[in-house]
């Protein structure tokens, strides 16, 4: 069923709350099988919210809206569905009722205000909120349906889940599943260059490619009568796609690089420490994102002079002296170095030039990956492109775990 | 001027990805006294795109949109733009230049459908992207203007800042004045509440209050005549928010916190040293955000186990058996061990609970940071609130960086 999300809001137009609500509602409707077609977003302004209920029915037979369901003046948006449904305001004995009783456990005193929330369209199927004042409510006119809920993200999910999903999935007229993969090491373009043989046949499942912040990811959707048909579908197309991409793919659940990586060291066993120049310790601060990992992370240490890299991992001043901070012999000797002080099973070393200006000579986005493994220590080159300081930083550290994580499921 | 933003991207409606281009864009465009009137979100569909233009333009006499500028089949935001305003696309040769150059200096190779990249339209104002492949444009006819640009946050801010901030500001109908005040340490209805008296009888300058993330800020905001008009007005403000708040403002100038701290460490050169045990490396890591601040940043340790802040550190076995790694005492052994080890002015460590489980009995949120300076150790306890894993870790840093704050610039 083709449907709009329309947020009510001034807030979100002056840019102050960035509008979750839309995206969480997205999501749960895609999941459904519902499509969202457009978000709207209006200010608290009743010709403007009007003009949009009525755009939205000429190619949509469903609006969600949030928002505007508060006690204060500026909240119209009863009103306005009323215009755009023909129906009037009612109170209703009910929502009246509910509304004293809230108010009561909360020891809160019903202000003047607060009875226009016991206010509903007569024609109205209405949705309790157990969170707030504001329920929300179902109307329908020939066929075209808006459902109103209220604002604030607690309430809204809350009443969605509670109340709205039964009705939703009652109106389901197919089932969508779909999974979303993830991949390092290719660029967006490269990704669908290699896919268009899938891409430029698709008609079901589809196949479509997200970039985002270095990495990229790969959604496959079905829509088929039943769930078992739609997931068979979308399983058949994931190992279509490994075929082709498999090496780059790390997740084929959504799952961020450095939670597969947390993971698999934990389910392994595996120990590991870092010692980071460039990055600064953001690699120790990504990987302590997961929760249990100090069961197998010993230690971390940011060398970022290189005194410290002397001083802490017994790297030799000749090295750094001949070579530089940034090189090979470095990284190497940071990983060795770290090994013999802790021991764990992976020391992971980085050195590099993060920006904005070069260092030694050496470009910006040059960064070199040690790794003591299994007795052997490596070194991987790596060139970024040089966007500014901040991403090559986030860039050398997704290097950095999946360098780790190549090496792990070997 | 009445403006629409426009979001094109089918990832939006499906809800992967959370609109904050949209969030983003009307913060700056209210700052510069535009006023946003809508947001629409479309997926990748021409019809609707084309329709949605249009219909924006009814009300609007500017569009601003974000997405579809791609080097993929369904990007085709410039094709439905030139559609719109009567235009058609043609190789740009500075844009083709551009892409040439780009490619070459990240080491890819050109795709074909990149080269769809470097076509414009062809009475487009060209907005180059130095961060990406796809330039953004401004196109007008008959005094409606469209400025379109990338999707991908990264690229649409930088050009945003870089390239239309100014076209924007050339087309202003009156001068505005602002500036954004950063606090830390009192939450934003604390902040209104204390501001009441200002806000209460606010005409120009405004006062708004924003919450992000932990902090807090003001944008204090003129509308006159003459920029100096504007300008004086907003400092006078300025002088009356110190007056109330000013304990908790750390920047007049929307200057985040790391930078601020890493500037005053560089300007008095005072050298520093970290350990890190629930932040795991992010305090490091937004230390050396820094560009320059290996001048005084020495060392940062991880000690994520207690074995590690025993070896590492120093901290006595029987400190963390009797009063718990998160503990006052640990704090403090932590940090004065650290200052044996480095005698960096400042040595400041951390421990505590990161969520989303207590630990040792205390609860999430609880937090220890130790610190050595001028020859006395000294442990401030905070509660935070407890959010989730990575806000605590976020608001844990932030608190760090706020206690280094408030000894240097004593």
Redesign the interface.
């Known amino acids: 069923m083709r449907t709009a999300i329309l ?1 009510v809001g001034t807030e ?9 609500n ?9 999941h459904m099988g519902y499509d ?8 608290d302004n009743p010709e ?1 919210l009007l003009e ?1 209920i009525e ?1 939205a029915f000429r ?1 949509c037979d469903l609006i969600l809206t949030t928002g505007g369901l508060g006690p204060t003046q500026d909240d119209l948006t009863k009103e306005v569905i009323c215009q755009a449904m023909d129906d009037y305001l009612v109170v209703n004995e009910t929502c009246l009722a509910d509304l004293k009783a809230y108010m009561m456990k909360m020891n809160r005193t019903i202000t003047e205000n607060n009875y226009k929330q016991a206010n509903m369209p007569s024609r109205a199927v209405v949705l309790p909120n157990d969170a707030g004042t504001a329920p929300g409510f179902l109307l329908e006119k020939d066929g075209k349906r808006i459902i109103a809920m209220p604002g604030p993200p607690r309430e809204m999910t809350r009443m969605f889940e509670k109340q709205v999903k039964p009705i939703l999935a009652a109106h389901q007229d197919s089932v969508i599943s779909y999974r ?1 993969l993830r991949a390092f090491g290719l ?4 990704m ?2 290699e896919l268009l043989p899938l ?1 430029n046949v698709q008609t079901d499942p589809t196949i ?6 270095g990495e990229c990811s790969l ?1 496959i959707a079905s829509k088929r009568a039943t769930q078992q048909e739609a997931e068979a579908a979308v399983d058949d197309m994931i190992e279509k796609v490994d075929a082709l991409i498999g090496d780059y793919i790390y997740s084929h659940d959504n799952e961020e690089l450095v939670q597969v990586v947390g993971r698999l060291l934990l389910e392994k066993n595996i120990t590991i420490s870092c010692c ?1 120049s460039c ?7 990504a ?3 997961v ?1 249990g ?2 069961d197998v ?9 290189n005194q ?1 890299k002397v001083d ?1 991992l017994g790297v030799s001043a000749d090295t750094i002296e001949n070579y530089g901070a940034v090189s090979q012999e470095t990284a190497a000797e940071m990983a060795s170095g770290l090994y013999r002080i802790t021991g764990s099973d992976i020391c992971i070393s980085i050195t590099g030039v993060a ?3 070069p260092s030694e000579g050496k470009p910006v986005g040059l960064v070199y990956i040690g790794m003591t493994w299994q007795g052997a220590t490596t070194v991987q080159k790596v ?1 970024m ?1 040089n ?5 090559n ?1 986030h860039y050398a550290v997704l290097s950095m775990l999946h360098e780790v994580y190549r090496r792990i499921i070997m």
């Open positions: 947020t979100i137009l002056f840019g102050q709350v960035v509008n979750t839309a995206a969480y509602l997205s999501q749960e409707l895609n969202v077609m457009y978000h709207y977003t209006v200010g403007r949009t755009l190619d979303i660029g967006e373009s490269r669908e260059t891409i479509a490619t997200y970039a985002k912040e959604r980071e990055t600064g310790g953001l690699f120790a601060g990987l302590t994102q929760p990992i100090s992370f010993n230690r971390g240490i940011v060398t970022y002079t410290a802490e920006g904005p200006e060139q492109r966007v500014n300081r901040e991403w930083r």
